[in-house]
């Protein structure tokens, strides 16, 4: 695999993708780029469709389980592609690698509403479009006006909500590349707005473990009932595989403790998928990327 002389100062080989993912597992990439514009980006994955190479684009490493074998492929990460949100009245447009918290923040301080109960997720704008993050009972494809993808060939287009595909923690983006995201937000007080981040932002960290820094959220919460409270009601707090283990007080978090691997958390995972099955009728969809 060669990459075009201009491009290649910003590609590294067998890159460890381990320390940059929330859990901490996982091998090396066999490529890994980190372009700092939007030209760099696009000649990039260009390069690689034109060759057969698998792209995969890494955000903020909250939801991504990676395999001890590692990734086959290009991982792009976005962390150098950061700019500022950029407000046109109610309107608010932010870069995909840009931190959901960030550009919470920015709105809730700019007076407009529609983002504030977002806050506290961690991850990236982008991430959280692609998976539709929800808190406080909305979702953040009720927030979107457009959303700017990259095509494999290197060109770019815009979707509107209705063709982003937004529903219940799902859209139709999974696979695509998003560049940007507009928010269409709401005029609101900001004292009124920062009060209530403020309040979300506390309810949300004094419900997350704190004894052990590598976690991750596996499972989506299905209509209806919180993860959480399925998973307690089941019986699984607490339930462990290894050197991986559901929270006993917060079991919609999994915990990889030292020693932990990529085979002890899927096996988990799907002890939870089974039992949950099994007890209740109801198929826990995942939260986690699987690499």
């Known amino acids: 695999m060669t990459f075009p002389e201009s491009l290649m100062h910003l590609v590294r080989t067998d890159e460890p993708l381990g320390p940059l993912v929330w859990l901490g597992i996982g091998g090396p990439a066999r ?15 260009g390069s690689a469709h034109e060759q057969g190479l698998p792209v995969r684009i890494l955000g903020g490493g909250s939801n991504l389980l990676v395999r001890e074998a590692g990734v086959d492929g290009l991982v792009i990460s976005l962390s150098g592609l950061v700019s500022q949100p950029t407000l046109e009245g109610t309107e608010m447009t932010v870069g995909s690698g840009v931190k959901l918290s960030h550009a919470v923040i920015k709105s809730v301080g700019a007076g407009l509403g529609g983002l504030e109960h977002l806050v ?20 953040i494809g009720s927030a979107v006006a457009s959303v700017t993808v990259l095509e494999t060939d ?29 928010f269409q937000l709401e005029t609101r007080d900001v004292a009124a707005l920062t009060k209530r981040m403020q309040k979300l932002w506390i309810s949300r960290n004094s419900s997350r473990p704190s004894e052990e820094p590598r976690i991750a ?42 020693g932990a691997t990529s085979d002890q958390c899927l096996r988990l995972i799907k002890r939870v998928r089974e039992q949950v099955l099994l007890q209740t009728g109801i198929d826990l969809q995942l939260n986690l990327q699987i690499w």
């Open 217 to 258: 959220m596996p499972f989506v919460d299905p209509d209806g009932m919180p993860a959480k409270e399925l998973l307690q009601t089941v019986g699984l707090a607490g339930l462990r595989e290894g050197d991986v283990s559901l929270d006993t007080n917060q079991p919609q978090y999994l915990l990889a403790h030292s």
């Open 31 to 45: 490529y890994f780029a980190e372009p700092i514009d939007e030209a760099d980006l696009r000649g990039l994955v």
């Open 120 to 139: 506290g997720i961690p991850g990236t704008v982008g991430g959280a479009v692609v998976g539709n993050a929800s808190g406080g009972g909305r979702d």
């Open 154 to 182: 290197g060109s770019v287009r815009t979707l509107t909500q209705q063709e982003a595909g937004f529903s219940h923690r799902k859209t139709s983006l999974t696979g695509l590349l998003v560049l940007k995201v507009t």
